[in-house]
């Protein structure tokens, strides 16, 4: 069993900044592939980033050169660094675990999930 939380959400202008941050626990951190994943009203469940046990990265095309994923084994946190926020930006975010090797873009292979945090980017 996994427990993740995120935090780092919130309201900001476009072309602005943010962290947002997941703390997993329950199990050892340095061998999961973790995901970042983002929902819109009305919208399917997408994959935003994805880094895995190696530290080997994957985005989705629309973030790339603005989204950085990263971690930190110590803390147990995986982090997502959002710069130059579009306001199609906004959704909530949720982090989640892959027991996988891969990164996985496709919502159905990650284990377990964070409960979300609001990302608003206004025009």
């Known amino acids: 069993q996994v427990q993740l939380a995120e935090s780092g959400g919130g309201l900001v202008q476009a072309g602005g900044s943010l962290r947002l941050s997941c703390s997993a626990s329950?199990?050892?951190?340095?061998?999961?592939?973790m995901g970042w994943f983002r929902q819109a009203p009305g919208k399917e469940r997408e994959f935003v980033a994805g880094?895995?046990?190696?530290?080997?990265?994957d985005y989705t095309d629309s973030v790339k050169g603005r989204f950085t994923i990263a971690k930190d084994n110590a803390k147990n946190t995986v982090y997502l660094q959002m710069n130059s926020l579009k306001p199609e930006d906004t959704a909530i975010y949720y982090c989640?675990?892959?027991?996988?090797?891969?990164?996985?873009?496709?919502?159905?292979?990650?284990?377990?999930w964070g409960q979300g945090t609001q990302v608003t980017v206004s025009s």
């Open positions: 989640a675990v892959d027991y996988a090797m891969a990164i996985s873009k496709e919502r159905s292979e990650y284990d377990y």
């Open positions: 329950g199990h050892i951190f340095s061998s999961l592939t």
């Open positions: 880094i895995d046990w190696s530290g080997s990265k």
